[in-house]
């Protein structure tokens, strides 16, 4: 059974960074697909960005591209999430996630039925 859990979230203004940080335990880290989600109040998970086991392979939500950078260092079984020029919109509960099995295909990436584990959370929140 896979452990994760996240930490680095807080308050920060707009334009502001922030690194998450997601370590696993339980599981063979190196073999996982990652994926960052976020949830707002009121609002649906919405997919943020993903990256493969062997770190070749990243993808992001349009909206955070060229903002967000998603990393991972399989050696200390943690994955990153790079946030800067940070929005009052990208305010939200941050989740990462694993799996071991999904397809590398964006409708899939994108889903999050699609991950079997899930960490508890953790919140941003983005001052105007």
């Known amino acids: 059974q896979v452990q994760l859990v996240e930490s680095g979230g807080g308050l920060v203004q707009a334009g502001g960074s922030l690194r998450l940080s997601c370590t696993a335990s339980?599981?063979?880290?190196?073999?996982?697909?990652m994926g960052w989600f976020r949830q707002a109040p009121g609002k649906e998970r919405e997919f943020v960005a993903t990256?493969?086991?062997?770190?070749?392979?990243?993808y992001y939500l349009d909206s955070v591209k060229g903002r967000f950078t998603i990393s991972r260092d399989n050696a200390k079984n943690t994955v990153y999430l790079q946030m800067n020029s940070l929005k009052p919109e990208d305010t939200a509960i941050y989740y990462c996630?694993?799996?071991?099995?999904?397809?590398?295909?964006?409708?899939?990436?994108?889903?999050?039925?699609?991950?079997?584990?899930w960490g508890q959370g953790t919140q941003v929140t983005v001052s105007s």
């Open positions: 996630a694993a799996d071991s099995h999904i397809t590398w295909l964006s409708q899939i990436l994108t889903r999050p039925e699609k991950y079997t584990y």
């Open positions: 339980g599981g063979t880290f190196s073999s996982y697909t």
């Open positions: 990256i493969s086991w062997s770190m070749i392979l990243t």
